[in-house]
């Protein structure tokens, strides 16, 4: 089932500005992933935070978790028209056994 | 390189042709998983495994059966396809469930 939920879906900027994307979640979990897709390609892992962990960096990447508001949010910092591309968050399930993704955001950075 | 590999990337069949999509992983990964992705409706979990011969459902398993004899491999098999199983095909393995996972390239199928 599709726990997280990313908003907004479709976003437009252009380069050199900040994009930021969030994540909501229903259920407890133990940690929160973020992925990029470009269009028709598989998957890459950008960022995990744990669930004790509140904000953790990446190059231009800046990833918040807040458990008490079950919300994620990424941060892509200076954005170049290579960043376009969807992206997703990923929460593991009540299980345990596997990643829940949410539809995604869109981002599109124009030159 | 660790990947994860698919094939066919790109496959047209007729309803009812049986058909199965390999995967194949090198990175010594337990676990590994199936989603397929459609517009507006995201990644959608098809079938998952923990372990060789262990395997489970996921969110949307009709219409879908998967093995997992080997380690690094986990096909996907369509024994009678039908058009709603148009979409695209994603293999992915990683450590254990919850951990990053690795996904392959895609899997394009349409089913007339």
């Known amino acids: 089932s599709q726990q997280g939920e990313e908003d907004p879906q479709a976003l437009s900027i252009q380069e050199g500005e900040n994009a930021t994307m969030n994540c909501s979640y229903k259920?407890?979990?133990?940690?929160l992933q973020w992925y990029r897709q470009n269009s028709g390609r598989g998957l890459v892992h950008l960022i995990l935070?744990?669930?004790?962990?509140r904000e953790k960096h990446s190059g231009r990447l800046r990833v918040t978790l807040d458990t008490s508001k079950k919300s994620s949010s990424l941060l892509i910092t200076a954005s170049r028209a290579a960043d376009t591309a969807s992206y997703f968050c990923?929460?593991?399930?009540?299980?345990?056994?596997?990643?829940?993704f949410g539809k995604g955001t869109s981002l599109l950075v124009t030159p | 390189e660790a990947q994860v590999t698919q094939n066919p990337r790109y496959l047209i069949t007729v309803t009812g042709k049986k058909l199965t999509v390999t995967c194949s992983q090198n990175?010594?990964?337990?676990?590994m998983s199936w989603y397929r992705q459609d517009p507006g409706l995201g990644l959608r979990q098809i079938y998952y495994?923990?372990?060789?011969?262990?395997?489970d459902k996921g969110d949307v398993p009709e219409g879908y059966k998967v093995s997992r004899k080997e380690k690094r491999n986990f096909p996907l098999i369509l024994e009678s396809p039908s058009p709603n199983q148009t979409s695209l095909y994603f293999c992915?393995?990683?450590?254990?469930?919850?951990?990053?996972?690795?996904f392959g390239p895609g899997t394009r199928l349409t089913v007339l």
């Open positions: 992915a393995s990683s450590l254990q469930g919850r951990h990053t996972q690795y």
């Open positions: 259920t407890s979990i133990n940690n």
């Open positions: 935070i744990r669930s004790n962990e």
């Open positions: 990923a929460t593991d399930s009540n299980s345990g056994y596997a990643l829940n």
């Open positions: 990175m010594n990964h337990e676990y």
């Open positions: 495994s923990m372990n060789v011969e262990v395997t």
